[in-house]
């Protein structure tokens, strides 16, 4: 009796060779649980002070749940951001620069997958160079040519380095392209081609629901880094381009001039920790939502192309 409580116990805790025990799972959960919450504490901790007021920030004694929840701090961020306009802008040129790069990237990668090109092995070493080369390092290059054409100050800087092939992490995009073209059987090609399919044709109805995937990452991550990108914005775009990331980053001037206040800097002032972290969540908060409605979407296909996010 007492041999079988013991195995009992044993198999409770340590598990059989085919199924984790107590001891694992608890492992496990434990790291998932705690990984998580390094997470998802900066959230919750905009979250937690920008719904307080002024007399729960100098309060030691409120820590995360606010006595009373205050939303003067989302207004004022609201109009100190400019938000509705801001996200009109980073919305139409975060959709644009991502759309133009995956259609670009996507012929790319399709041409060097299906095609033997001249001096391929020399283009391969191109693409993997420039991934490598930061990108501060052509912004004066860019800056020269795009003030060559007179483009300086507009957005189309963006969109013609997007249709180009030359957007935020394209090199990436592109062997992520090519490593899916290559996957799949060239008969499937040559089959089209017997039915009498040309290689746009193919292309079209073949290759690309095939590399849904691929199409998909490079979408949502393009989407994300144009979002986030304010350098190469702000030196080639300028005022035509003032996306949420850019306003937010001159968020305490513009603050200043629509409440102006003898001391900005006290907690209990005019600006404080509450509407400045209201205004971080808010320039977030449409990939957050993005994120949530195609979390399913996502998570499948950064899984079938093997690639991770930054």
Not at 197 to 205: N, P, T, Y
Not at 206 to 219: G, L, N, Q, R, Y
Not at 265 to 270: D, F, K, P, W, Y
């Amino acid at each position: 009796m007492k041999q079988q409580i013991r195995r009992a116990a044993r198999r409770f805790a340590l598990g059989t060779s085919g199924r984790g025990g107590f001891l694992s799972k608890a492992l496990t959960y434990g790291v998932l649980v705690g990984m998580g919450f390094v997470y998802l504490y900066p959230v919750l901790y905009m979250v937690s002070l920008s719904l307080m007021n002024s007399a729960d920030l100098v309060d030691s004694t409120v820590v995360w749940i606010p006595r009373s929840i205050s939303l003067d701090g989302f207004t004022k961020a609201i109009n100190a951001l400019g938000f509705w306009d801001g996200l009109k802008v980073s919305v139409f040129l975060s959709f644009s620069a991502s759309l133009f790069q995956t259609i670009s990237l996507a012929c790319s990668g399709y041409g060097l997958a299906r095609f033997d090109l001249p001096l391929k092995k020399l283009w391969f070493a191109l693409i993997v160079l420039v991934f490598l080369i930061p990108s501060s390092v052509t912004l004066i290059p860019r800056y020269m040519l795009f003030n060559g054409y007179k483009m300086v100050g507009t957005i189309w800087p963006a969109l013609i380095t997007a249709l180009g092939g030359q957007g935020v992490k394209s090199s990436l995009f592109l062997l992520v392209f090519y490593q899916f073209f290559s996957s799949y059987p060239k008969a499937l090609d040559e089959a089209a081609m017997i039915d009498g399919a040309g290689s746009l044709r193919v292309f079209i109805r073949v290759a690309i629901p095939m590399a849904i995937p691929a199409i998909t990452v490079t979408f949502l991550f393009s989407f994300i880094w144009f979002w986030n990108e304010t350098m190469q914005l702000s030196l080639l775009s300028g005022a035509s381009a003032r996306t949420l990331p850019i306003r937010l980053a001159a968020f305490v001037d513009s603050f200043n001039k629509l409440y102006p206040s003898n001391d900005n800097t006290s907690v209990g002032g005019a600006l404080n920790e509450a509407i400045r972290l209201a205004g971080t969540l808010l320039s977030i908060l449409p990939l957050m939502i993005i994120y949530l409605l195609l979390q399913k979407t996502f998570v499948q296909s950064v899984e079938r192309t093997g690639i991770a996010g930054e």
